[in-house]
T-cell receptor, first 116, second 115 residues
Framework: EPEVTQTPSHQVTQMGQEVILRCVPI?????FYWYRQILGQKVEFLVS????????KSEIFDDQFSVERPDGSNFTLKIRSTKLEDSAMYFC??????????????FGPGTRLTVL | AQKITQTQPGMFVQEKEAVTLDCTYD???????LFWYKQPSSGEMIFLIY????DQQNATEGRYSLNFQKARKSANLVISASQLGDSAMYFC????????????WGAGTKLIIKP
């Protein structure tokens, strides 16, 4: 069964460093998302992406964050200068069709980012 | 504003018993979808079940069923015949049906199944 994959599974970085989190969405999916979950807290939406552009973003997704679909398969989240409070699990998700309805967002296994 | 409320931070249930995880929601959208996800200790987010606001029947997926009461704005997850492997965090989430926008998430319920 197709699934969303994410690499790396765990990333440790120093404060102020840039990190790139990678995701490969399910191949025939059109919408892509990044969420994050700080340890012990609820899941927070960061950004959604469709047709090679951001379709929605949250207040968390400030100028330090960017997303890109550099080729036909990868979807990346870049944090330019990491802060301690960026430490979290980052989930990528994708969904098949445009429009709403039962289009379930399927999640990758997550990347645990630790900023020291 | 849209909001999901899960009032049970944690639950202990004996193996093989049924368990109900509560979820209430608040939205002014006329149509919406409700989702339940399971997050084991390993961290991944696993889709369990979906209920559309216009669906006539409650959703079922194997041992999972959704007790959807639209007037009360509740969408409780029922797990029948619980198993040790059901121990996990469970999240209720919502999204308007006319968009592919973000999911709105509840705070989650930590379910522990006792042998």
């Amino acid at each position: 069964e197709p699934e969303v994959t994410q690499t790396p599974s765990h990333q440790v970085t120093q404060m102020g460093q840039e990190v790139i989190l990678r995701c490969v969405p399910i191949s025939n999916h059109l919408y892509f998302y990044w969420y994050r979950q700080i340890l012990g807290q609820k899941v927070e939406f960061l950004v959604s992406f469709y047709n090679n552009e951001i379709s929605e973003k949250s207040e968390i997704f400030d100028d330090q964050f960017s997303v890109e679909r550099p080729d036909g398969s990868n979807f990346t989240l870049k944090i330019r200068s990491t802060k301690l409070e960026d430490s979290a699990m980052y989930f990528c998700a994708s969904t098949r069709l445009a429009g709403g309805g039962r289009n379930t967002q399927y999640f990758g296994p997550g990347t645990r980012l630790t900023v020291l | 504003a849209q909001k999901i409320t899960q009032t049970q931070p944690g639950m202990f249930v004996q193996e093989k018993e049924a368990v109900t995880l509560d979820c209430t929601y608040d939205t002014s959208d006329p149509s919406y979808g409700l989702f339940w996800y399971k997050q084991p200790s390993s961290g991944e987010m696993i889709f369990l079940i979906y209920q559309g606001s216009y669906d006539q029947q409650n959703a079922t997926e194997g041992r999972y069923s959704l007790n959807f009461q639209k007037a009360r704005k509740s969408a409780n997850l029922v797990i029948s015949a619980s198993q040790l492997g059901d121990s996990a965090m469970y999240f209720c989430a919502m999204r308007p049906l006319d968009s592919n926008y973000q999911l709105i998430w509840g705070a989650g319920t930590k379910l522990i199944i006792k042998p």
